[in-house]
C-alpha cells in the first residue's frame, strides 16, 4: 500500500515563530488531507489539497503531486495551534491512509 | 460540526468479552468508517462501508466486525475482546462534493 512518511516527528516552536510541516507519499493520489488533532484528542480537517495552494488564515497548504510531497504552514503561531498534525491520503477508495503526524508544541 | 456521535465515549472491559461501538451521523452520508488510533501509529483504518449492508476491510480489520443495517449507524464490534485493542476508536463520514473526511469524537477503549 501507499506509505505516507511526515517529518519532523517534533517540533517546539516560540510563540510567533513560522514552521513548514512535510508530507512525503510513494504513489499518486486522488486525495490528499490535513489534520489537526488538538490537545483534547478532537481531530479537525484542515485542507482538502491533491495539488497546487490553498491558505486559510495562518496556515496554508502546497501539494506538489507529481513530486509527492505536500507541505503545511504555520506562520505566527500560537498556543493554540499545538497538536499533532496528519497528512492522510486516499488512492480511489474514499479511504485515507494517514502518516504519523508531526507532534507541535507551541510554547508562549 | 458533522453531526457525528460515537458511544459509548470510554469504556474499561476485560479479556475474552464482546464489545460494541456505535457511530451515528445525522446527514445521511453514504460513507462511513472505523479508525484506531495508537501511540506512533497515526489513525489506521479498520473497516469502512460505502452503503447499507456494504461493507470492506481495512489495514487492521483482524478481530473486528462492522454492520450497518441503516444508513445512520455503523457499528464495530470486538467478538472478543484483547488487550492490543486498547485504543482510541473513531468513526468518520466522507462529505460528497467536498471530498473531505470528518471524525466523531473518538470512543477510549480499555481492555484488561
Known amino acids: 500500500g501507499i506509505q505516507v512518511e511526515q517529518s519532523p516527528p517534533d517540533l517546539i516552536l516560540q510563540e510567533g515563530a513560522n514552521s513548514t510541516l512535510r508530507c512525503n507519499f510513494s504513489?499518486?493520489?486522488?486525495?490528499l488531507q490535513w489534520f489537526h488533532q488538538n490537545p483534547w484528542g478532537q481531530l479537525i480537517n484542515l485542507f482538502y489539497?491533491?495539488?497546487g495552494t490553498k491558505q486559510n488564515g495562518r496556515l496554508s497548504a502546497t501539494t506538489v503531486a507529481t513530486e509527492r510531497y505536500s507541505l503545511l504552514y504555520i506562520s505566527s503561531s500560537q498556543t493554540t495551534d499545538s497538536g499533532v498534525y496528519f497528512c492522510?491520503?486516499?488512492?480511489?477508495?474514499?479511504?485515507?491512509?494517514f502518516g504519523s503526524g508531526t507532534r507541535l508544541q507551541v510554547q508562549p | 460540526d458533522a453531526g457525528i456521535t460515537q458511544s459509548p465515549r470510554h469504556k474499561v472491559t476485560e479479556t475474552g468479552t464482546p464489545v460494541t461501538l456505535r457511530c451515528h451521523q445525522t446527514?445521511?452520508?453514504?460513507?462511513m468508517y472505523w479508525y484506531r488510533q495508537d501511540p506512533g501509529h497515526g489513525l489506521r483504518l479498520i473497516h469502512y462501508?460505502?452503503?447499507?449492508?456494504?461493507?470492506d476491510k481495512g489495514e487492521v480489520s483482524d478481530g473486528y466486525s462492522v454492520s450497518r443495517s441503516k444508513t445512520e449507524d455503523f457499528l464495530l464490534t470486538l467478538e472478543s475482546a484483547t488487550s492490543s485493542q486498547t485504543s482510541v476508536y473513531f468513526c468518520?463520514?466522507?462529505?460528497?462534493?467536498?471530498?473531505?473526511?470528518?471524525f466523531g469524537p473518538g470512543t477510549r477503549l480499555l481492555v484488561l
Open positions: 492522510a491520503l486516499d488512492t480511489g477508495r474514499r479511504a485515507l491512509t
Open positions: 504513489d499518486s493520489v486522488n486525495n
Open positions: 489539497i491533491p495539488s
Open positions: 446527514e445521511n452520508h453514504r460513507y
Open positions: 462501508s460505502y452503503g447499507v449492508k456494504d461493507t
Open positions: 468518520a463520514i466522507w462529505r460528497e462534493g467536498q471530498e473531505t473526511q470528518y
